[in-house]
């Protein structure tokens, strides 16, 4: 569901994890000519096997270049290629606008939980103007306020961004276990777009501490055998992250 | 500094010259690759303290670090470590505890930094982070930071662009320099005055090192001068900006080095569930770091036939179908 969020000629801006399965995924079954990259400046590897790190030897395999940060974030920043970036991005919460908490839970100096933080999730955030949330679906992970806002969605709803400064932008859906968000094109608020098979939109807000509308949902079809044979076979076969 | 004479020297004797107490550090490399791990378990045996570490993404490394007691303060972006520890546990538990002060920055704004400090320019402006907490929290407070005369005023600035909307941007956020005492870095090929090939990623290497005061350098490889000069192109650093040179075969162990060996799954699995838990971790250490001379000394613990397992692969740089799960 969120490889086929990817086109042929975008430039997929690619974490670990879930984020490198789709990405993969992707290339394997609806878009051939994307581009794969890494925010340590590895530009279109081979991938042969699945990296498990951003910085894993595999993202340098028969990469168009290797070089490093800088040029990495100024491809995002830079509007001819960051235009082309779409970004997949992970976050212990997420609000209603699509903005990210990947930094604490609890009061930022002693937090009661600390997570890695930005790397490069703020940046691209701020600076590409489409990206994919993927998310586990649980309450505290959909709250009211979010403890530390790290990336920016639409921060607090219509106009925010261009009041902030930032370019344009925002989170294109949210990806969870049970289903996909997409963004209201007026209010940027969330809103259920799908559920999966044998989940109900009830369940779905059960899972979040804010409600979200359900009236444009559908049930989303599953993936086809041809499409969980390539992820099974081709993307992962050694189940390193499915 | 300056000048082609010979840099080697011993781990032991770079370190006790260059790193001391209190002294403003970074380390090269990200999260799982190139982290210059020789380098860092003799800091930690040589006992230093109160470090102040700017890091980008470096996991192992500053993890190790802070594990070891020798970091205080931290300016960095991401503590994560790949699968083995998504959180680098180390650094959750000193944060979370209280144990260890940290101001939050972005990759490209630390990438940034680095390079102002390369560049001699007192900070560079970017288009990341308007609008978030990384611009509005400040973990330094003002306070602090006044007393500090090696620490800028303020964690960052948003200015209005000052050449109208030019460039498309009405505002631009300022990010200072660094110019650390000291940076490490780990590298496949260097010759003995300290010129450097890095292959692969050179993540943000280079301009840690242009921005230090002071250089240390550990290599895989001492290669003749004449040999690097063939292909002046492909070299990453000229000597002038390196301080020592150190042989370190494995330095980055257990973090990879692109075609010479993988990153060892195993041992960071290992770490893990010793720095899950105090007790252990201290074992740990008192085992792994304290209880070995040097780097060789922790390489014979693991044992050849084991390294044998993450040998790179001539053509991909990589351990081909090495088991990470």
Same mark, same amino acid.
């Given at each position: 569901?969120?490889?086929?969020?990817?086109h042929?000629?975008?430039?997929?801006?690619?974490?670990?994890?879930?984020?490198?399965?789709t990405?993969?995924?992707?290339?394997?079954?609806?878009?051939?000519?994307?581009?794969?990259?890494?925010e340590?400046?590895?530009?279109?590897p081979k991938l042969?096997? =699945?990296?498990?790190a951003v910085?894993?030897?595999?993202?340098?395999?028969?990469?168009?270049s290797?070089?490093?940060?800088?040029?990495a974030?100024?491809?995002?920043?830079?509007?001819?290629?960051?235009?082309?970036?779409?970004?997949?991005?992970?976050?212990?919460?997420?609000?209603?606008?699509?903005?990210?908490?990947?930094?604490?839970i609890?009061?930022?100096?002693?937090?009661?939980?600390?997570?890695?933080?930005?790397g490069?999730?703020?940046?691209?955030?701020?600076?590409?103007?489409?990206?994919?949330?993927?998310?586990?679906?649980?309450?505290?992970?959909?709250?009211l306020?979010?403890?530390?806002?790290?990336?920016?969605?639409?921060?607090?709803?219509?106009?925010?961004?261009?009041r902030?400064?930032?370019?344009?932008?925002?989170?294109?859906?949210? =990806?969870t276990?049970?289903?996909?968000?997409?963004?209201?094109a007026?209010?940027?608020?969330?809103?259920?777009?799908?559920?999966?098979?044998?989940?109900t939109p009830?369940? =779905?807000?059960?899972?979040?501490?804010?409600?979200?509308?359900?009236?444009?949902?559908?049930?989303?079809?599953?993936?086809?055998?041809?499409?969980?044979?390539?992820?099974?076979?081709?993307?992962?076969?050694?189940?390193?992250v499915? | 500094?300056?000048?082609?004479?010979? &840099?080697?020297?011993? @781990?032991? %004797?770079?370190?006790?010259r260059?790193?001391?107490?209190?002294?403003h550090?970074?380390?090269?490399?990200?999260?799982?690759?190139?982290?210059?791990?020789?380098?860092?378990?003799?800091?930690?045996?040589?006992?230093?303290?109160?470090?102040h570490?700017?890091?980008?993404?470096?996991?192992?490394?500053?993890d190790?670090?802070?594990?070891?007691?020798?970091?205080?303060?931290?300016e960095?972006?991401?503590?994560?470590?790949?699968?083995?520890a998504?959180?680098c546990?180390?650094?959750?538990?000193?944060?979370q505890?209280?144990?260890?002060?940290? %101001?939050?920055?972005?990759?490209?704004?630390?990438a @940034?930094?680095? @390079?102002?400090?390369?560049?001699?320019?007192?900070?560079?402006?970017?288009?990341?982070?308007?609008?978030?907490?990384?611009v509005? &929290?400040w973990?330094?407070?003002?306070?602090?930071?006044?007393?500090h005369?090696?620490l800028?005023?303020?964690?960052? %600035?948003?200015?209005?662009?000052?050449?109208?909307?030019?460039?498309?941007?009405?505002?631009?956020?300022?990010?200072?320099?660094?110019?650390?005492?000291?940076?490490?870095?780990?590298?496949?090929?260097?010759d003995?005055?300290g010129?450097?090939?890095?292959?692969?990623?050179?993540?943000?290497?280079?301009?840690?090192?242009k921005?230090a005061?002071?250089?240390?350098?550990?290599? %895989?490889?001492?290669?003749?001068?004449?040999?690097l000069?063939?292909?002046?192109?492909?070299?990453?650093?000229?000597f002038?900006?390196?301080?020592?040179?150190?042989?370190?075969?494995?330095g980055?162990?257990?973090?990879?080095?692109?075609?010479?060996?993988?990153?060892?799954?195993?041992y960071?699995?290992?770490?893990?569930?010793?720095?899950?838990?105090?007790?252990?971790?201290?074992?740990?250490?008192?085992?792994?770091?304290?209880?070995?001379?040097?780097?060789?000394?922790?390489?014979?613990?693991?044992?050849?036939?084991?390294l044998?397992?993450?040998?790179?692969?001539?053509?991909?740089?990589?351990?081909?179908?090495?088991?990470?799960?």
């Amino acid at each position: 569901m969120a490889a086929r969020e990817i086109h042929d000629g975008d430039i997929v801006f690619c974490g670990t994890g879930i984020s490198m399965v789709t990405a993969m995924a992707a290339k394997h079954i609806n878009a051939p000519e994307s581009i794969i990259f890494f925010e340590t400046g590895a530009i279109d590897p081979k991938l042969e096997e =699945i990296p498990m790190a951003v910085a894993d030897p595999r993202v340098m395999y028969g990469a168009a270049s290797n070089s490093g940060l800088l040029e990495a974030f100024a491809t995002m920043q830079n509007r001819k290629t960051g235009n082309r970036v779409i970004g997949i991005l992970g976050a212990a919460q997420v609000d209603r606008y699509g903005n990210l908490n990947s930094t604490c839970i609890g009061e930022y100096a002693q937090p009661e939980t600390r997570f890695p933080g930005s790397g490069g999730a703020c940046d691209v955030a701020s600076f590409v103007p489409r990206y994919l949330i993927f998310m586990h679906h649980e309450k505290r992970k959909f709250p009211l306020k979010l403890d530390y806002l790290t990336s920016p969605g639409y921060l607090d709803g219509p106009g925010a961004r261009e009041r902030e400064g930032l370019l344009p932008g925002g989170p294109t859906a949210v =990806i969870t276990n049970l289903g996909m968000m997409c963004f209201d094109a007026d209010s940027k608020e969330m809103y259920l777009a799908y559920y999966y098979p044998g989940v109900t939109p009830r369940e =779905i807000l059960d899972n979040m501490e804010f409600s979200v509308d359900v009236s444009r949902a559908a049930e989303a079809a599953p993936p086809t055998e041809v499409e969980l044979t390539i992820l099974r076979q081709r993307v992962d076969p050694h189940k390193l992250v499915l | 500094m300056n000048s082609s004479h010979d &840099k080697v020297m011993t @781990l032991e %004797e770079a370190i006790a010259r260059f790193v001391t107490d209190g002294c403003h550090i970074s380390i090269g490399g990200f999260t799982v690759n190139r982290n210059p791990m020789a380098a860092v378990y003799e800091i930690i045996r040589q006992g230093r303290k109160n470090l102040h570490c700017y890091a980008h993404s470096n996991g192992t490394g500053v993890d190790e670090l802070i594990g070891g007691g020798c970091i205080s303060r931290l300016e960095i972006a991401y503590g994560g470590n790949g699968k083995a520890a998504p959180t680098c546990i180390r650094f959750k538990l000193a944060v979370q505890r209280g144990q260890l002060q940290v %101001e939050d920055y972005t990759n490209y704004q630390m990438a @940034l930094r680095f @390079l102002a400090g390369a560049m001699g320019v007192p900070f560079l402006p970017t288009l990341s982070g308007l609008g978030t907490d990384i611009v509005r &929290k400040w973990g330094f407070s003002p306070g602090m930071r006044a007393k500090h005369a090696e620490l800028p005023d303020k964690k960052l %600035e948003i200015i209005d662009n000052p050449f109208g909307n030019w460039g498309g941007a009405a505002k631009v956020v300022l990010v200072p320099a660094i110019n650390p005492d000291v940076t490490i870095i780990h590298v496949q090929k260097a010759d003995k005055n300290g010129t450097c090939r890095i292959e692969g990623l050179n993540f943000a290497d280079i301009d840690q090192v242009k921005a230090a005061k002071n250089v240390i350098v550990t290599c %895989e490889e001492i290669v003749p001068t004449d040999q690097l000069r063939e292909r002046p192109e492909h070299n990453s650093i000229p000597f002038i900006h390196v301080d020592a040179v150190v042989h370190v075969p494995f330095g980055a162990y257990p973090s990879a080095c692109h075609n010479c060996y993988d990153y060892d799954p195993i041992y960071f699995r290992h770490i893990s569930h010793f720095a899950k838990d105090d007790k252990l971790y201290t074992e740990y250490l008192a085992k792994f770091v304290y209880g070995v001379k040097d780097h060789e000394g922790l390489l014979n613990l693991v044992g050849k036939g084991h390294l044998d397992t993450i040998s790179a692969d001539k053509t991909t740089g990589y351990a081909i179908g090495l088991d990470r799960r």
